[in-house]
Nanobody
Framework: QVQLVESGGGLVQPGGSLRLSCAASGKFFSINAMGWYRQAPGKQRELVAIIPSDGITNYVDSVKGRFTISRDNAKNTVYLQMNSLKPEDTAVYYC??????????????WGQGTQVTVSS
């Protein structure tokens, strides 16, 4: 069974930094796109950053220049480096991966979510 396990959330002051990690485990053939979403209280879940297998990244406008998504294919892990954090970045952050499993079927998988709180 495929699992995505996240780590790295927490409480940070405005202007600070955090690094989120998400590792995929289990039986699968390949990982296609990986990304990070977030959901703030009372708001819909939004895509923050995505990195397909070709490595071309894309970001929501509100985090451009502050967040960096990267992946280590050897470790089946995606990272989100968050710098210059703002209170409006406060949310639960979810890792997402599109994974090809046994039978060459492609499915979407989600991490359990990790809380990021930006507050003084």
């Amino acid at each position: 069974q495929v699992q995505l396990v996240e780590s790295g959330g927490g409480l940070v002051q405005p202007g600070g930094s955090l690094r989120l990690s998400c590792a995929a485990s289990g039986k699968f053939f390949s990982i296609n796109a990986m990304g990070w979403y977030r959901q703030a209280p009372g708001k819909q879940r939004e895509l923050v950053a995505i990195i397909p297998s070709d490595g071309i990244t894309n970001y929501v406008d509100s985090v451009k220049g502050r967040f960096t998504i990267s992946r280590d294919n050897a470790k089946n892990t995606v990272y989100l480096q968050m710098n210059s954090l703002k209170p409006e970045d406060t949310a639960v952050y979810y890792c997402h991966a599109q994974i090809t499993v046994v039978g060459y079927r492609r499915y979407d998988f989600w991490g359990q979510g990790t809380q990021v709180t930006v507050s003084s």
